[in-house]
T-cell receptor, first 113, second 114 residues
């Protein structure tokens, strides 16, 4: 069974631009969570989607948004990029909302210049 | 609110020596606890999980962890370190109400010396 895939793997953007990251969960998994990983703040939860609905949200500004499609694929969008948004963005899939185990993708490395 | 503290941002051991990575948690409800490993330029891989069954949990690659409620600890151990164990390790607790939110510790980088 294929794992979680994230595209693109690497991205370079300029301050003020917007970016969209994509995540395809493991087949049969319906919940997708997003995390930001930085050297200073570590791993921080962004949001979780299940059945095309945001079920939980972390403490991030409104510039960070996401959505989930009927096939469980998810996208996250960051608008008006700031230098501090440079990070590894990880997507994790799980069977359902509230499932214990989350399986992570390889991440998208975003660099904002 | 849940939180996780990993004691020691860097741990160095010799190949063949015992690996001990420390994790303490804070939770107002019975916790679900996890250890993940991250190799350079990769995502997180689940090593093992505690979900209120056996207190001694065995995971992949020879790792195990023991849940000790009295000490609010969930330390990760491996009897004999291999060079391939060098990586960053994260302890995590599942947020309250099983919301799909993992709360991570700051991570411990394990160095294995030949």
């Amino acid at each position: 069974k294929a794992g979680v895939t994230q595209t693109p793997r690497y991205l370079i953007k300029t301050r003020g631009q917007q970016v969209t990251l994509s995540c395809s969960p493991i087949s049969g998994h319906r919940s997708v969570s997003w995390y930001q990983q930085t050297p200073g703040q570590g791993l921080q939860f962004l949001f979780e989607y299940f059945s095309e609905t945001q079920r939980n949200k972390g403490n991030f500004p409104g510039r960070f948004s996401g959505r989930q499609f009927s096939n469980s694929r998810s996208e996250m969008n960051v608008s008006t990029l700031e230098l501090g948004d440079s990070a590894l963005y990880l997507c994790a899939s799980s069977l359902s909302h509230g499932s214990y185990e989350q399986y992570f993708g390889p991440g998208t490395r975003l660099t904002v210049t | 609110a849940q939180s996780v503290t990993q004691l020691g941002s860097h741990v160095s051991v010799s190949e063949g020596a015992l690996v001990l990575l420390r994790c303490n948690y804070s939770s107002s409800v019975p916790p679900y606890l996890f250890w993940y490993v991250q190799y350079p330029n990769q995502g997180l891989q689940l090593l093992l999980k505690y979900t209120s069954a056996a207190t001694l949990v065995k995971g992949i690659n020879g790792f195990e962890a023991e849940f000790k409620k009295s000490e609010t600890s969930f330390h990760l151990t491996k009897p004999s370190a291999h060079m391939s164990d060098a990586a960053e390790y994260f302890c995590a607790v599942l947020g309250s109400s099983n919301t799909g939110k993992l709360i991570f510790g700051q991570g411990t980088t394990l160095q294995v010396k030949p």
